[in-house]
Protein backbone atom coordinates (compact mmCIF):
# COMPACT_ATOMS: atom_id res chain seq x y z
CA UNK A 1 0.00 0.00 0.00
CA UNK A 2 1.26 3.66 -0.71
CA UNK A 3 0.25 6.52 1.19
CA UNK A 4 -0.51 9.60 -2.07
CA UNK A 5 -1.10 12.32 0.19
CA UNK A 6 -1.26 12.58 3.55
CA UNK A 7 -3.61 14.97 5.66
CA UNK A 8 -4.37 13.25 8.52
CA UNK A 9 -5.32 16.01 10.51
CA UNK A 10 -8.14 16.44 7.59
CA UNK A 11 -9.24 13.14 8.28
CA UNK A 12 -7.77 12.45 5.01
CA UNK A 13 -5.86 9.84 2.87
CA UNK A 14 -4.97 9.24 -0.69
CA UNK A 15 -4.20 5.60 -0.94
CA UNK A 16 -2.74 3.27 -3.96
CA UNK A 17 -3.47 -0.73 -3.52
CA UNK A 18 0.06 -2.28 -4.95
CA UNK A 19 -0.88 -5.87 -3.52
CA UNK A 20 -3.58 -8.27 -2.69
CA UNK A 21 -2.29 -8.53 0.44
CA UNK A 22 -3.48 -4.60 0.42
CA UNK A 23 -7.11 -5.68 0.51
CA UNK A 24 -6.82 -7.17 4.12
CA UNK A 25 -6.31 -3.92 5.72
CA UNK A 26 -8.35 -1.64 3.86
CA UNK A 27 -11.11 -4.49 4.60
CA UNK A 28 -10.04 -3.54 8.39
CA UNK A 29 -10.13 0.29 8.20
CA UNK A 30 -13.03 0.58 6.73
CA UNK A 31 -16.62 0.71 9.22
CA UNK A 32 -19.68 2.23 8.47
CA UNK A 33 -19.90 6.04 7.97
CA UNK A 34 -16.66 6.22 6.45
CA UNK A 35 -16.50 8.26 3.08
CA UNK A 36 -14.56 7.55 0.01
CA UNK A 37 -13.80 8.85 -3.27
CA UNK A 38 -13.32 7.03 -6.14
CA UNK A 39 -13.88 6.44 -10.15
CA UNK A 40 -17.03 4.10 -11.05
CA UNK A 41 -18.56 2.83 -14.12
CA UNK A 42 -22.20 3.79 -13.84
CA UNK A 43 -25.15 2.87 -15.91
CA UNK A 44 -26.59 6.01 -18.22
CA UNK A 45 -29.78 6.48 -20.48
CA UNK A 46 -29.35 7.04 -24.00
CA UNK A 47 -32.05 8.80 -26.32
CA UNK A 48 -31.75 7.33 -29.95
CA UNK A 49 -32.91 10.57 -32.04
CA UNK A 50 -33.94 8.07 -34.76
CA UNK A 51 -36.59 6.05 -33.24
CA UNK A 52 -36.83 7.83 -29.75
CA UNK A 53 -35.44 4.35 -28.41
CA UNK A 54 -33.22 4.43 -25.02
CA UNK A 55 -30.28 2.64 -24.70
CA UNK A 56 -27.59 2.28 -21.94
CA UNK A 57 -23.92 2.51 -21.80
CA UNK A 58 -21.58 2.75 -18.56
CA UNK A 59 -19.50 5.87 -17.90
CA UNK A 60 -16.81 6.54 -15.52
CA UNK A 61 -17.40 8.57 -13.16
CA UNK A 62 -16.08 9.91 -10.00
CA UNK A 63 -18.30 9.30 -7.01
CA UNK A 64 -17.90 10.11 -3.34
CA UNK A 65 -19.77 7.12 -1.50
CA UNK A 66 -20.61 6.51 2.63
CA UNK A 67 -20.00 3.29 3.45
CA UNK A 68 -22.32 0.66 4.45
CA UNK A 69 -20.80 -2.29 4.15
CA UNK A 70 -17.48 -4.09 3.27
CA UNK A 71 -17.47 -6.94 1.16
CA UNK A 72 -14.14 -9.03 1.66
CA UNK A 73 -13.07 -12.59 0.56
CA UNK A 74 -9.81 -13.93 1.37
CA UNK A 75 -7.00 -14.65 -1.28
CA UNK A 76 -9.31 -12.74 -4.07
CA UNK A 77 -8.06 -10.30 -6.42
CA UNK A 78 -10.80 -7.48 -5.52
CA UNK A 79 -12.79 -5.72 -2.16
CA UNK A 80 -16.64 -4.85 -2.85
CA UNK A 81 -17.63 -2.09 -0.68
CA UNK A 82 -20.97 -0.77 -0.76
CA UNK A 83 -22.58 2.14 -0.19
CA UNK A 84 -24.65 5.53 -1.11
CA UNK A 85 -23.75 8.49 -2.93
CA UNK A 86 -23.72 11.63 -1.60
CA UNK A 87 -22.67 14.33 -3.50
CA UNK A 88 -23.82 15.29 -7.24
CA UNK A 89 -26.32 14.28 -9.68
CA UNK A 90 -26.13 10.44 -8.36
CA UNK A 91 -26.81 11.24 -4.85
CA UNK A 92 -29.06 9.37 -2.66
CA UNK A 93 -28.48 6.58 -5.05
CA UNK A 94 -26.90 3.21 -3.74
CA UNK A 95 -23.17 2.08 -5.48
CA UNK A 96 -20.61 -0.58 -5.26
CA UNK A 97 -16.83 0.12 -6.08
CA UNK A 98 -14.44 -3.14 -6.89
CA UNK A 99 -11.04 -2.23 -5.45
CA UNK A 100 -7.97 -4.16 -6.72
CA UNK A 101 -4.31 -3.66 -7.18
CA UNK A 102 -3.15 -0.71 -9.01
CA UNK A 103 -6.56 1.80 -8.09
CA UNK A 104 -6.55 4.31 -6.11
CA UNK A 105 -8.71 5.83 -3.58
CA UNK A 106 -9.62 9.02 -1.13
CA UNK A 107 -10.35 7.71 2.29
CA UNK A 108 -12.23 9.81 4.51
CA UNK A 109 -12.28 9.21 8.37
CA UNK A 110 -11.69 9.93 12.15
CA UNK A 111 -8.60 7.57 12.59
CA UNK A 112 -7.92 6.55 15.52
CA UNK A 113 -4.67 5.62 16.85
CA UNK A 114 -4.78 1.60 15.74
CA UNK A 115 -6.51 2.57 12.35
CA UNK A 116 -2.68 4.38 11.95
CA UNK A 117 -1.10 1.56 13.38
CA UNK A 118 -2.37 -0.71 10.26
CA UNK A 119 -1.59 1.95 7.70
CA UNK A 120 1.55 1.87 9.36
CA UNK A 121 2.19 -1.93 8.75
CA UNK A 122 0.25 -1.96 5.36
CA UNK A 123 2.75 0.57 4.21
CA UNK A 124 6.08 -1.18 5.31
CA UNK A 125 7.65 -2.57 2.28
CA UNK A 126 9.49 -5.62 4.64
CA UNK A 127 5.95 -7.40 5.38
CA UNK A 128 5.60 -10.94 3.84
CA UNK A 129 5.36 -10.70 0.03
CA UNK A 130 6.83 -13.34 -1.87
CA UNK A 131 7.27 -16.11 0.80
CA UNK A 132 5.95 -19.54 0.13
CA UNK A 133 5.97 -22.63 1.53
CA UNK A 134 6.46 -26.59 0.76
CA UNK A 135 5.04 -28.79 3.40
CA UNK A 136 5.71 -32.08 2.60
CA UNK A 137 6.00 -36.18 3.33
CA UNK A 138 6.51 -38.83 0.95
CA UNK A 139 3.26 -39.12 0.35
CA UNK A 140 1.77 -35.47 -0.49
CA UNK A 141 3.18 -32.13 -0.82
CA UNK A 142 1.18 -28.48 0.13
CA UNK A 143 2.42 -25.62 -1.83
CA UNK A 144 0.95 -22.40 0.38
CA UNK A 145 1.58 -18.34 0.33
CA UNK A 146 2.23 -16.31 3.20
CA UNK A 147 -0.46 -13.89 3.81
CA UNK A 148 -0.90 -11.11 6.94
CA UNK A 149 -4.24 -12.82 7.68
CA UNK A 150 -3.20 -16.28 6.98
CA UNK A 151 -1.87 -19.33 4.93
CA UNK A 152 -3.36 -19.47 0.96
CA UNK A 153 -3.07 -23.05 -0.18
CA UNK A 154 -1.82 -23.20 -3.89
CA UNK A 155 -1.68 -26.70 -5.18
CA UNK A 156 -1.69 -29.94 -3.76
CA UNK A 157 0.34 -32.97 -5.30
CA UNK A 158 0.18 -36.59 -4.44
CA UNK A 159 3.36 -38.42 -4.65
CA UNK A 160 2.07 -41.68 -6.52
CA UNK A 161 3.02 -43.85 -3.18
CA UNK A 162 1.05 -47.26 -3.59
CA UNK A 163 1.70 -50.79 -2.21
CA UNK A 164 4.94 -52.33 -1.18
CA UNK A 165 6.80 -52.70 -4.28
CA UNK A 166 6.85 -49.19 -5.80
CA UNK A 167 10.05 -47.94 -7.29
CA UNK A 168 11.07 -44.92 -4.89
CA UNK A 169 13.83 -43.95 -7.45
CA UNK A 170 11.02 -43.20 -10.02
CA UNK A 171 8.34 -42.40 -7.80
CA UNK A 172 10.29 -39.30 -5.85
CA UNK A 173 11.84 -38.10 -9.64
CA UNK A 174 8.46 -37.30 -10.47
CA UNK A 175 7.12 -36.12 -7.54
CA UNK A 176 9.96 -33.64 -7.27
CA UNK A 177 9.76 -32.70 -10.98
CA UNK A 178 5.83 -31.53 -10.21
CA UNK A 179 6.04 -29.27 -7.54
CA UNK A 180 9.22 -28.33 -9.01
CA UNK A 181 6.59 -27.31 -12.01
CA UNK A 182 4.41 -25.13 -9.60
CA UNK A 183 6.85 -23.52 -8.32
CA UNK A 184 7.98 -22.14 -11.45
CA UNK A 185 4.93 -20.85 -12.31
CA UNK A 186 4.51 -18.70 -9.45
CA UNK A 187 6.24 -15.48 -10.57
CA UNK A 188 6.59 -13.51 -7.61
CA UNK A 189 9.05 -16.04 -4.87
CA UNK A 190 11.60 -14.15 -2.61
CA UNK A 191 12.01 -16.77 0.00
CA UNK A 192 10.94 -20.66 0.16
CA UNK A 193 10.70 -23.05 3.30
CA UNK A 194 10.59 -26.80 2.65
CA UNK A 195 9.52 -28.46 5.63
CA UNK A 196 7.88 -31.75 6.94
CA UNK A 197 8.36 -34.59 8.77
CA UNK A 198 10.79 -37.93 8.41
CA UNK A 199 13.42 -37.31 5.50
CA UNK A 200 11.44 -36.60 2.54
CA UNK A 201 11.47 -32.17 3.08
CA UNK A 202 15.23 -32.27 3.23
CA UNK A 203 15.55 -34.63 -0.37
CA UNK A 204 13.84 -31.97 -1.77
CA UNK A 205 15.78 -29.52 -0.34
CA UNK A 206 18.32 -30.69 -2.03
CA UNK A 207 16.92 -31.34 -5.21
CA UNK A 208 16.02 -28.09 -6.15
CA UNK A 209 19.67 -26.80 -4.63
CA UNK A 210 21.04 -28.41 -7.71
CA UNK A 211 18.85 -26.43 -10.40
CA UNK A 212 19.99 -23.30 -11.93
CA UNK A 213 16.34 -22.15 -11.98
CA UNK A 214 16.15 -21.61 -7.83
CA UNK A 215 19.55 -20.67 -7.18
CA UNK A 216 18.25 -16.98 -6.68
CA UNK A 217 15.65 -17.40 -4.17
CA UNK A 218 16.63 -18.19 -0.31
CA UNK A 219 15.78 -21.43 0.44
CA UNK A 220 15.13 -23.01 4.01
CA UNK A 221 14.45 -26.65 5.17
CA UNK A 222 12.90 -27.50 8.36
CA UNK A 223 11.68 -30.39 10.17
CA UNK A 224 8.30 -30.55 11.95
CA UNK A 225 6.36 -32.94 13.25
CA UNK A 226 2.90 -32.40 11.08
CA UNK A 227 2.19 -31.48 7.16
CA UNK A 228 -0.19 -29.36 5.12
CA UNK A 229 -1.29 -25.84 6.86
CA UNK A 230 -0.92 -27.50 10.22
CA UNK A 231 2.56 -27.89 9.54
CA UNK A 232 3.37 -24.45 8.47
CA UNK A 233 1.24 -23.03 11.61
CA UNK A 234 3.61 -25.32 13.53
CA UNK A 235 6.58 -23.39 12.06
CA UNK A 236 5.44 -20.10 12.51
CA UNK A 237 4.74 -20.35 16.66
CA UNK A 238 7.97 -22.03 17.23
CA UNK A 239 11.34 -20.20 17.90
CA UNK A 240 12.72 -21.28 13.68
CA UNK A 241 11.06 -18.72 12.04
CA UNK A 242 11.78 -15.52 14.07
CA UNK A 243 15.19 -14.79 12.00
CA UNK A 244 13.47 -15.41 8.88
CA UNK A 245 9.86 -14.21 9.25
CA UNK A 246 10.14 -11.44 12.15
CA UNK A 247 8.16 -9.04 9.94
CA UNK A 248 5.41 -11.01 9.47
CA UNK A 249 2.00 -10.26 11.05
CA UNK A 250 1.10 -13.65 11.02
CA UNK A 251 4.03 -14.89 12.93
CA UNK A 252 3.66 -11.84 15.87
CA UNK A 253 -0.11 -13.38 15.90
CA UNK A 254 1.03 -16.89 15.99
CA UNK A 255 3.47 -16.21 18.72
CA UNK A 256 1.07 -13.75 21.21
CA UNK A 257 -1.67 -16.33 21.36
CA UNK A 258 1.00 -19.41 22.00
CA UNK A 259 1.77 -16.95 24.91
CA UNK A 260 -1.93 -16.35 25.79
CA UNK A 261 -1.99 -20.20 25.95
CA UNK A 262 0.88 -20.15 28.22
CA UNK A 263 -0.46 -17.34 30.61
CA UNK A 264 -3.78 -19.94 30.77
CA UNK A 265 -1.74 -23.26 31.76
CA UNK A 266 1.30 -22.04 33.97
CA UNK A 267 1.84 -18.78 35.18
CA UNK A 268 -1.91 -17.91 35.72
CA UNK A 269 -0.92 -14.72 33.47
CA UNK A 270 -4.01 -14.52 30.81
CA UNK A 271 -7.63 -13.51 31.08
CA UNK A 272 -10.23 -13.96 28.77
CA UNK A 273 -13.81 -12.75 28.50
CA UNK A 274 -14.72 -8.74 27.83
CA UNK A 275 -15.56 -8.34 31.65
CA UNK A 276 -12.84 -9.71 33.38
CA UNK A 277 -10.78 -7.71 30.79
CA UNK A 278 -12.06 -4.22 31.52
CA UNK A 279 -11.99 -5.06 34.76
CA UNK A 280 -8.28 -5.51 35.00
CA UNK A 281 -7.72 -2.47 32.19
CA UNK A 282 -9.31 0.08 35.11
CA UNK A 283 -6.42 -1.57 37.18
CA UNK A 284 -3.60 -1.16 34.61
CA UNK A 285 -2.37 -4.23 34.73
CA UNK A 286 -2.92 -5.04 31.25
CA UNK A 287 0.70 -5.86 29.30
CA UNK A 288 -1.19 -7.30 25.89
CA UNK A 289 -4.82 -7.22 24.62
CA UNK A 290 -5.50 -9.36 21.53
CA UNK A 291 -8.80 -8.47 19.81
CA UNK A 292 -10.57 -10.85 17.19
CA UNK A 293 -10.96 -8.89 13.96
CA UNK A 294 -14.53 -9.03 13.97
CA UNK A 295 -14.38 -6.70 17.51
CA UNK A 296 -12.35 -4.22 16.12
CA UNK A 297 -14.31 -1.80 14.98
CA UNK A 298 -16.91 -2.85 18.12
CA UNK A 299 -18.04 0.44 20.14
CA UNK A 300 -17.12 -1.85 23.23
CA UNK A 301 -13.60 -1.85 21.63
CA UNK A 302 -13.69 1.64 21.67
CA UNK A 303 -14.03 1.90 25.64
CA UNK A 304 -11.50 -0.41 26.23
CA UNK A 305 -8.73 1.13 24.06
CA UNK A 306 -10.00 4.67 26.03
CA UNK A 307 -9.18 2.96 29.54
CA UNK A 308 -5.94 1.90 28.78
CA UNK A 309 -5.46 5.03 26.62
CA UNK A 310 -1.66 3.25 24.61
CA UNK A 311 -0.47 1.15 28.20
CA UNK A 312 -0.97 -1.59 26.72
CA UNK A 313 0.25 -3.15 23.47
CA UNK A 314 -3.04 -4.03 21.29
CA UNK A 315 -3.10 -7.45 18.07
CA UNK A 316 -5.53 -6.93 15.97
CA UNK A 317 -6.05 -10.66 14.92
CA UNK A 318 -6.98 -12.24 11.78
CA UNK A 319 -10.02 -14.03 11.53
CA UNK A 320 -8.69 -16.32 8.53
CA UNK A 321 -5.68 -17.69 10.34
CA UNK A 322 -5.39 -20.64 13.24
CA UNK A 323 -4.90 -17.51 15.94
CA UNK A 324 -8.40 -15.97 15.16
CA UNK A 325 -10.24 -19.36 15.70
CA UNK A 326 -9.16 -19.47 18.79
CA UNK A 327 -9.80 -16.23 20.12
CA UNK A 328 -13.33 -15.40 17.81
CA UNK A 329 -16.24 -16.78 19.97
CA UNK A 330 -14.94 -14.20 22.89
CA UNK A 331 -13.54 -12.05 21.17
CA UNK A 332 -10.93 -10.69 23.47
CA UNK A 333 -8.29 -12.01 25.48
CA UNK A 334 -5.38 -10.21 27.32
CA UNK A 335 -2.22 -11.31 29.20
CA UNK A 336 -1.49 -9.54 32.62
CA UNK A 337 1.87 -8.06 33.39
CA UNK A 338 2.15 -9.97 36.59
CA UNK A 339 0.05 -13.18 37.76
CA UNK A 340 -3.10 -12.26 39.51
CA UNK A 341 -3.43 -15.68 41.69
Not at 172 to 191: A, C, P, W
Not at 207 to 226: G, L, S
Request: proline share 2%; glycine share 8%.
Amino acid sequence: MKILENNIGNDELKIRIETLDDLWYIKNLLEPGDLIVSDVFRRVELNDDMDRAKSTERKKIKVKLKVEKVDFQPYTDKIKILGEIIEGDEAGSHQSIFLGTDDEFLLIKEFTDEDLNLLREATDTSQSTGIYFISMDDEEATVCALRPYGIQELASIKSGKSGKYFDVKQQSSGYYQEIEYVLKNIRDIIILIILGPGFEHSKFYNFINQNPYFKNFKKYDFAVEDTGKRGIYEFLGSEKSENILKNSRLVRDEKIINKFLEGLNKSATSIYGYGDILKYAQMGIIQDLIISEEKFHAPETRELLSILNGSANIHVISRYSDSGEIIKLGGYCAILRYSIK
